[in-house]
Structure formats: structure tokens, C-alpha cells
């Protein structure tokens, strides 16, 4: 989203109310509602708060967007994937629809014109991550905006019972204060597509709903076959399915480095594929994602791909609806991810497959190990709290509020650290409230003039770097005292080059100028100044490693079933006990051959 986008727009007016049907019609094409949309929609309009469980591809998003259109008002939607804001306010923005998001990267200009817009102008949406939600200041502007519905995306984060837990979701109940005022209550809409009954009750008393009200649409996938094979040759045996398989294929991998080893080999086979991870910049993400969602086939062009191989960085929000085939290469953490991730074959209703391959020896070891990786000694975590502490030169009683880039394996290498357990380590920080970790956040180019205006002249520049200079000092205040974060393609336009980057780089040299490029790094927020000691309660640390390790069996025992139907046992961790058996997945076909 380009600056261009975050200018302030004039109050208008926001449209009439209208009926559901008829804002469903106007401003997305539709003439019906899938099942369950229409029953969500109207508790929303009733002004109930609501969580609404639908499986992956379900349809989640109209559940908010259509009933703000009909109000007419705006919609706070609390969402934590950055990538899925931008596909969402695009695909809005396509739809003469006006909608804004805020995340890291924004300058405070920017950041500030997406708020008045959604003060004054005819916005009705504005996406934010649920780690916004602690900044006092935007809480102040919140009570200002003319919210009608807050919807909160992936609510399942906010269940510490969930397998995604993320602290920050822990203040949403607080927003429904900030925003209430003189106005009526306003609406909670929570969205997800797995949640067992524990995480359920868990959240709608985090969200604080007045009265509890769930719509739930059954998990069962009738068109989608779940199968196990076992093998200790997994790269083989997904050139074997693949080969008889045709259509677009999603592989799921745990690390960045099997993505890239495994898309090569698969290229060596004959087999259109690429890799994608989070450690890629966002242009190749988008190259690759794109590159993926355009292949239809027969008749697809070179440039298609037919095979994503990647990591669970890849698939959240994107709408592909004909997947006819999701393989997971390695055991996943939880019963829950394994749906979410598989469920993104056959959207279309069509015949799909959703694969796991396991190797009983191999994976086991592995699934001990993940234990020890993900929840380290509480002696282990304090050492790593200090540490870093120590690293990013924090004193005692200092630090609070200050946010730091940490480059984890320059940590790890200084201060003599295992890189797993550390990341663990961090994590569990973070749920413990001394700190607020963040992996992988996507960080602006930034910009400051070193020299005085009257001095630029003496530098013998080019007439190219002049006029980039004059357009930075017009378009960035600030830019002579402090860092400004600028917007790389709305700056190589108006200078009309493809070497901006160069440009940058040459008066960063001569240094007049401090340019610091765009890049991924880890962010850590110090929520509370430098402690002595750390302590992690013990009820907590025991009850939350207790419970990976139960929901860790648990996919261990799904993939070493060979009696129950597999949707059957799925159906049942989500509470549907009496579903029938599917007819399709591996263990139904095994018994009636027998």
C-alpha cells in the first residue's frame, strides 16, 4: 500500500443502512449466502456478540464486511497476519470500498492520515494487529472513530487452551471500553476455524461477551480424503503422488531449508515447483504466491507454478479455491494446524486430497525432541532474559517501553546460546509479560539527511541525487533530525529511475545521508523495565508444556490410526461425536476391500 494510498481523504458520507441481502448484492455480487453466513450476519445486526466457527475456505470475511455495510459504520478488524490486511484492503479497495490498515512499517504521517481517514472519511474498515491494541495513544484515537462492529480474525490466539496463543489478543475486552462512550455496546464478532469446546468457553470469556452465542458450521469436509502413508522415503513418495495426482499442490514443510532442498528435487522429477518462507522479501512472496494462484492446469504458462513447497508461513488468506492436493512432509504440532493447513485443498467442493507422510521411527524421535525445543528448563529461560538483556545493553531497572532490533544468531553466537531453545525461550517471555517478542517483521527503508540544505551544493552532486534530495526534503519533515521511514516505489517514480536503491546507497557513502534499507528482523518490545528475577509460574509452565505434549500425542495417534475413520476422529477432538464415517480416507477404503 503505497503513500499515495494512506492521504487524507474529505468526509463524505457513509451510505444508508441497507439490508444484508442487498449490501451483499451491492458491493460484492452475490446473490445468496453460503451456510451459516446469513445466521452469523444477522446476530451481528442484532447488535450479540458472536463467535462464529467455520472451516478454513468457509467464507469468514464476508461475516464482517457485509453487516458493516449494511450499518454503515466502521470496522475494527484485529488480525495478526500483516500479509492478509493488504490482500484484504486491496481486494476492498477494488470494490470501491474504502479501507485502511496500520502495521509495522508506517510512518507516523502515514499511521496518522489512515486514522483521520477513518474519523472523517467514508472508511468503513481499518485493520490492525492485535499488538497495536497496547499503544496508549492509539486507544485515544479509537475513542474517536465511528466503530459499529470490532471483528477479531483467528480468535483462537487469544485461548491460552489454543495452539497459536498470542498475549496481546489479552487486551481486546479492554478496547470494548475505550470505544463504548455515550454509544450502545458495541458488537464482538469472533471468527475462527478450529477451536475444541475447552478453547471455545475460552474465548468468549477473554472477549467478555455479554451472553454466550455460538454459530458453528459443521467441520465435516465431505469432498476432501484424508490419507496416512507411512514411508521413510518422503521425497519419493510426493513424486509418486504428485505423478498421479494432477492439479495444484501445497507441501508443507517445518523449515526454510527442506522448502528449498525439497522444491529443487522436485524440479529435478519433472514437477513444476517452487519455495516460499518467511525469510523471503515481501516482492519474492508476492512473485511466487501469484505465480502458484495462476496456475489452472493444462495450458499453463512456464512462468505458472503447479507445486508451493513452503512452511506454515504460506497459505493464511489466500483464496485458491481449486487445491486438489495438501501434503505434509512433516508430522505437524497440533490436530488443529493440521486442519487448518490441510483444509485449504478443495474449496471448490471438488475431490481433493489431503496427505501426511509419517515415519514412525524418524517422526516420534522427532515429536520427543520438539518438547525439549519448545518449553527449555525455566532456569534456561531466565539465563536467556539476561542475556539478551546484556546484549542489547539494558541495565537493571531500565528499558521499559523501548523497542530493539535482535538479530537471534548474532545473540546466539555473543552469548554462547542454542538458537531453538532460545527462540523458545523468548516466546515464553512474551506469554509471561516481561517482554513482546516478534519474528520476522517486515522493517521500511529509512532515511536522514546528514548535512545542512545550505551545504548540498558544495558536494558536487549529480543532478539525479540533487533532485532526490529536494524531493526528500518536500515530501519527509523531520528528515535532518531523525530517521524517516520512506516509501521506495512512490520515490522511484518521481524520479522516474529503477536504481533508486543505488542512488541511495551513493550518497549513503559519501555519507550524506544515514540510509538504512528495507529488511526482516526481530523485534523485542520491553514491556516492564529490567527485572532481577524472572519467574514463570509453575502452574502455568507445567500446564501449558502438558498440553503439547497431549496435543502432540494426539497427532502422533491420528497418524499411527489404522481402525477409526479418519474425518471421525478429527470431528470428535472438535466436539462432533456423532459424525458418520467419511467413505474416503485410507482407513474407510482399507475395511471395504476387507
Known amino acids: 500500500m503505497s503513500e499515495k494510498n494512506c492521504t487524507f481523504v474529505p468526509y463524505l458520507s457513509h451510505k444508508d443502512t441497507m439490508t ?22 444477522r446476530s451481528v445486526l442484532d447488535g450479540r456478540d458472536t463467535l462464529a466457527l467455520m472451516p478454513t475456505g468457509g467464507g469468514k470475511s464476508l461475516c464482517f464486511q457485509v453487516p458493516t455495510m449494511a450499518m454503515g459504520g466502521l470496522c475494527l478488524v484485529i488480525t495478526p497476519l500483516i500479509a492478509l490486511m493488504k490482500d484484504q484492503v486491496e481486494n476492498l479497495r477494488q470494490r470501491d470500498i474504502h479501507a485502511a490498515a496500520i502495521y509495522t512499517g508506517m510512518t507516523y504521517d502515514q499511521q496518522k492520515a489512515a486514522l483521520d481517514n477513518c474519523q472523517w472519511g467514508p472508511y468503513h474498515f481499518l485493520y490492525v494487529s492485535p499488538e497495536r491494541l497496547e499503544s496508549e495513544e492509539f486507544r485515544e484515537r479509537l475513542a474517536r472513530l465511528p466503530i459499529c462492529l470490532i471483528a477479531v480474525d483467528e480468535a483462537h490466539c487469544i485461548s491460552q487452551w489454543g495452539y497459536d496463543f498470542r498475549p496481546s489478543y489479552l487486551k481486546i475486552a479492554e478496547i470494548r471500553e475505550v470505544i463504548r462512550g455515550e454509544r450502545r455496546e458495541v458488537p464482538i464478532l469472533a471468527l475462527t476455524a478450529t477451536a475444541t469446546p475447552d478453547v471455545v468457553d475460552d474465548i468468549q470469556e477473554r472477549l467478555a461477551f455479554r451472553e454466550k452465542n455460538v454459530l458453528r458450521k459443521s467441520f465435516l469436509r465431505q469432498n476432501l480424503s484424508y490419507v496416512v502413508r507411512q514411508t521413510n522415503k518422503k521425497a519419493d513418495e510426493i513424486v509418486h503422488i504428485l505423478s498421479k495426482v494432477p492439479g495444484s499442490a501445497i507441501v508443507y514443510v517445518r523449515n526454510r531449508q527442506r522448502a528449498q532442498e525439497l522444491a529443487a528435487y522436485l524440479q529435478e522429477k519433472g514437477i513444476s515447483a517452487d519455495f516460499y518462507h518467511a525469510g523471503l522479501s515481501s516482492k519474492e512472496r508476492s512473485a511466487k504466491q501469484e505465480a502458484w494462484k495462476e496456475y489452472k492446469g493444462v495450458g499453463g504458462t512456464s512462468e505458472h507454478i503447479r507445486t508451493m513447497v513452503c512452511t506454515n508461513a504460506f497459505g493464511m488468506g489466500i483464496d485458491k479455491p481449486d487445491v486438489r492436493m495438501v501434503i505434509h512432509h512433516d508430522l505437524p504440532d497440533t490436530i488443529e494446524a493440521y486442519f487448518q493447513e490441510a483444509g485449504r485443498a478443495g474449496r471448490d467442493e471438488k475431490k481433493a486430497f489431503a496427505v501426511l507422510l509419517y ?9 520427543r525432541k520438539r518438547v525439549v525445543d519448545n518449553y527449555p528448563p525455566k532456569e534456561f529461560v531466565g539465563d536467556v532474559y539476561h542475556k539478551t538483556c546484556d546484549f542489547l545493553g539494558v541495565g537493571a531497572g531500565s528499558g521499559q517501553g523501548h523497542t530493539f532490533f535482535l538479530p537471534i544468531h548474532d545473540l546466539c553466537r555473543v552469548m554462547h546460546l542454542p538458537a531453538l531453545q532460545t527462540y523458545a525461550a523468548l516466546h515464553l517471555l512474551t506469554q509471561a509479560g516481561y517482554l513482546c517478542f516478534q519474528e520476522e ?18 558536494y558536487g552532486l549529480s543532478e539525479r541525487q540533487k533532485h532526490l534530495l529536494e524531493i526528500l526534503m518536500r515530501k519527509y519533515s523531520g528528515i535532518f533530525t531523525d530517521l524517516q521511514y520512506i516509501n521506495e516505489d512512490s520515490l522511484s517514480k518521481l524520479l522516474a529511475t529503477n536504481n533508486l536503491h543505488d542512488i541511495l546507497v551513493s550518497l549513503a557513502e559519501r555519507r550524506i545521508i544515514h540510509y538504512v534499507p528495507h529488511t526482516k528482523t526481530n523485534t523485542l518490545l520491553l514491556t516492564r523495565e529490567r527485572q532481577m528475577d524472572v519467574y514463570l509460574s509453575t502452574d502455568i509452565y507445567d500446564r501449558h508444556r502438558q498440553q503439547y505434549i497431549d496435543k502432540l500425542k494426539a497427532m502422533v495417534e491420528y497418524a499411527e490410526n489404522e481402525q477409526y475413520c479418519r474425518s471421525q476422529l478429527m470431528l470428535a477432538y472438535f466436539g462432533e461425536i456423532d459424525a458418520p464415517p467419511c467413505g474416503t480416507c485410507d482407513v474407510c477404503r482399507a475395511k471395504r476391500k476387507e
Not at 448484492?25 to 445468496?32: A, E, L, Q, S
Not at 515415519?359 to 515429536?367: E, F, L, N, V, Y
Not at 522493517?443 to 539527511?449: D, H, L, Y
Open 20 to 41: 444484508a441481502h442487498e449490501a451483499l448484492k451491492t458491493y460484492f455480487g452475490y446473490d445468496d449466502f453460503r451456510p451459516l453466513q446469513e445466521e452469523i450476519i
Open 359 to 367: 515415519d514412525p521411527t524418524q517422526d516420534k524421535a522427532k515429536a
Open 441 to 458: 517483521q517486515e522493517i521500511q527503508p529509512r532515511v536522514k539527511i546528514c548535512i545542512q540544505q545550505r551545504e548540498i551544493a558544495e
